[in-house]
């Protein structure tokens, strides 16, 4: 299984973006997908997850409502957009996928993602 993520760039705050993770290697649906995002000197956070089996969507409180997570089934990849992008939302994101399902309870940790791509860097200027 392997995950790219692009779609990364330079905005100013106010503008959005949508970054895309292609996921191949797999063929099934019994997974989540998530993004993380980690900003200069600071730890890995989660952002937004995707039950694909069940169709579930989670945010951090942070980015609710102004990112949504979905998949796109023209492009085969699951896809983040991000409108009214803040300073703060500067970082590099990673798109990570599950082996199989995760439980409500696990969607938000990193430690139940086990493929990770390469991250894409999200600058956001004031």
């Known amino acids: 299984v392997q995950l790219q993520a692009s779609g990364g760039g330079l905005v100013q705050t106010g503008a959005s973006l949508r970054l895309d993770c292609a996921i191949s290697?797999?063929?099934?649906?019994?997974?989540?997908v998530g993004w993380f995002r980690q900003a200069p000197g600071k730890g890995r956070e989660f952002v937004a997850a995707f039950r694909l089996t069940v169709n579930d969507r989670y945010y951090s409180d942070s980015v609710k409502g102004r990112f949504t997570i979905a998949r796109d089934n023209a492009k085969n990849t699951v896809y983040l957009q991000m409108n009214s992008l803040k300073p703060e939302d500067t970082a590099i994101y990673y798109c990570?996928?599950?082996?199989?399902?995760?439980?409500?309870?696990?969607?938000?940790?990193?430690?139940?993602?086990?493929?990770w791509g390469q991250g894409t860097l999200v600058t956001v200027s004031s």
């Open positions: 290697g797999r063929t099934d649906r019994n997974y989540a």
């Open positions: 990570a996928s599950s082996r199989q399902g995760v439980i409500t309870s696990q969607v938000r940790r990193g430690d139940s993602y086990v493929f």
